[in-house]
């Protein structure tokens, strides 16, 4: 995981079905190169690929406001931890 959301390299779109991962897509960033606004363009992302779970750490106010006005929960996780285990961490939060 990336320390800041519109700076990751890349992007795992994991689909979950009866909490079991059934496949992964991984999206490069869009807006990597950008020096300002990478997180409204990540956003516009995720949205177009249909997630509607975003596990991260930081995300900045106006990606959390873009998130939000499409409904998609944002769950923080620390930086570095891998994709597997933010998986099953968002898993348990979400069966809260």
Do not use: C, T
Not at 37 to 60: F, T, Y
Not at 69 to 81: A, E, L, M, R, T
């Amino acid at each position: 995981m990336s320390e800041v959301f519109g700076r990751a390299r890349a992007f795992a779109v994991v689909d979950v079905e009866d909490g079991e991962i059934k496949d992964v897509d991984v999206l490069e960033n869009p807006a990597l190169s950008y020096e300002h606004g990478a997180g409204p363009i990540v956003v516009k992302m995720v949205v177009d690929s249909g997630v509607n779970v975003v596990v991260g750490a930081e995300l900045g106010p106006g990606a959390s406001a873009l998130l939000e006005q499409h409904n998609i929960v944002h769950i923080i996780v620390k930086p570095g931890i891998k994709v597997r285990q933010a998986v099953r961490k968002a898993l348990d939060e979400i069966k809260k």
